[in-house]
């Protein structure tokens, strides 16, 4: 069982009731759900995961305490904590004195302070430019159970949508890494005799891909570790997905060598490609240094467009 359905479950099965017979008068500004850090969020968890941080439990997201105030906040977690220890085989955790728990009673504020580095996802150009895409993936992953309010649903759908000329700052600058790393320096490295650092431009170029992808698809890389899993559930590019596993784990002895550097162009070939079906590039060429500058090019504030192409990277 993932945890996201056990998440469900266990709330459907005891938090629910819980809410409606014992905080009916609060429960109007609450959401419930299981979102931010840890594999379940995403649903990649599987049977290593279990060996921390997986257990039966939930998020009982509310808002500041001039709406729901310390002492609800406080009669929220003690009736949190008492809700049965094990559910369908698995037990919970017991709750840290000191907090850090996951699951649990969290103020909204808290959590997007954490996430986004403001108390109510309201980001300046700045911030969007900054914030590691893994903490945007992990404001708005996982499910909401319920949303009485449906405040913290319309900040997570606000975050959800990186303005548009964020995101081609972001992607030229992925494709302006990939165009230097792949293109450019695999292949001088491999000359030297440096097949180490050939290596190494490797990584930087399937890790600029990746990112690339999810931004060509219009969501957030999550954290390194389930990045590439997660490339080949993408709608567009999830076929890239082994062939830059081959570029990571294969040598670069000299017959790899060209093999490997006609996949970087293929590969290049296929960026270039959804870049022209979306309309983000002019050029005609398969340079993506080229196309990292047309996509540059496109962003319509002049504050943004003017800053180093490698600002985000």
């Given at each position: 069982?993932?945890?996201?359905?056990?998440?469900?479950?266990?709330?459907?099965?005891?938090?629910?009731?819980?809410?409606?017979?014992?905080?009916?008068?609060?429960?109007?500004?609450?959401?419930?759900?299981?979102?931010?850090?840890?594999?379940?969020?995403?649903?990649?968890?599987?049977?290593?995961?279990?060996?921390?941080?997986?257990?039966?439990?939930?998020?009982?997201?509310?808002?500041?305490?001039?709406?729901?105030?310390?002492?609800?906040?406080?009669?929220?977690?003690?009736?949190?904590?008492?809700?049965?220890?094990?559910?369908?085989?698995?037990?919970?955790?017991?709750?840290?004195?000191?907090?850090?728990?996951?699951?649990?009673?969290?103020?909204?504020?808290?959590?997007?302070?954490?996430?986004?580095?403001?108390?109510?996802?309201d980001l300046t150009d700045e911030?969007?430019?900054?914030?590691?895409?893994?903490?945007?993936?992990?404001?708005?992953?996982?499910?909401?159970?319920?949303?009485?309010?449906?405040?913290?649903?319309?900040?997570?759908?606000?975050?959800?949508?990186?303005?548009?000329?964020?995101?081609?700052?972001?992607?030229?600058?992925?494709?302006?890494?990939?165009?230097?790393?792949?293109?450019?320096?695999?292949?001088?490295?491999?000359?030297?005799?440096?097949?180490?650092?050939?290596?190494?431009?490797?990584?930087?170029?399937v890790k600029a891909t990746v990112?690339?992808?999810?931004?060509?698809?219009?969501?957030?890389?999550?954290?390194?570790?389930?990045?590439?899993?997660?490339?080949?559930?993408?709608?567009?590019?999830?076929?890239?997905?082994?062939?830059?596993?081959?570029?990571?784990?294969?040598?670069?002895?000299?017959?790899?060598?060209?093999?490997?550097?006609?996949?970087?162009?293929?590969?290049?070939?296929?960026?270039?490609?959804?870049l022209h079906d979306k309309g983000?590039?002019?050029?005609?060429?398969?340079?993506?240094?080229?196309?990292?500058?047309?996509?540059?090019?496109?962003?319509?504030?002049?504050?943004?467009?003017?800053?180093?192409?490698?600002?985000?990277?």
């Amino acid at each position: 069982m993932k945890g996201l359905e056990l998440s469900r479950a266990y709330y459907n099965e005891y938090g629910k009731p819980m809410l409606d017979n014992e905080f009916s008068d609060i429960l109007p500004l609450l959401a419930v759900g299981l979102c931010g850090s840890g594999s379940e969020c995403f649903g990649f968890d599987d049977e290593v995961s279990r060996d921390h941080d997986f257990e039966p439990g939930f998020c009982i997201f509310l808002p500041g305490e001039d709406r729901v105030d310390r002492k609800e906040a406080f009669r929220l977690e003690r009736a949190y904590a008492k809700l049965p220890k094990e559910f369908m085989g698995f037990k919970r955790a017991q709750i840290s004195p000191v907090g850090g728990s996951r699951h649990g009673v969290i103020r909204i504020s808290d959590f997007l302070t954490e996430k986004t580095g403001t108390p109510d996802g309201d980001l300046t150009d700045e911030m969007w430019l900054r914030i590691p895409e893994q903490s945007l993936c992990e404001a708005t992953n996982g499910e909401i159970y319920d949303d009485f309010s449906g405040e913290f649903t319309a900040v997570r759908d606000r975050l959800s949508n990186m303005p548009e000329d964020v995101r081609k700052k972001r992607l030229a600058g992925q494709l302006i890494t990939m165009a230097q790393s792949g293109q450019y320096n695999y292949s001088r490295c491999i000359k030297h005799g440096e097949t180490a650092a050939a290596q190494l431009a490797v990584f930087e170029f399937v890790k600029a891909t990746v990112h690339a992808a999810f931004l060509l698809n219009g969501k957030y890389a999550p954290y390194y570790k389930w990045a590439f899993r997660a490339l080949s559930s993408l709608p567009l590019l999830s076929e890239l997905h082994d062939t830059l596993e081959f570029l990571m784990t294969t040598e670069n002895s000299e017959s790899l060598a060209e093999t490997k550097y006609y996949i970087i162009e293929d590969i290049a070939s296929a960026v270039i490609s959804v870049l022209h079906d979306k309309g983000l590039t002019d050029a005609v060429c398969g340079d993506l240094e080229k196309h990292a500058y047309s996509v540059n090019d496109k962003i319509s504030d002049p504050k943004i467009r003017t800053l180093n192409i490698f600002y985000t990277v």
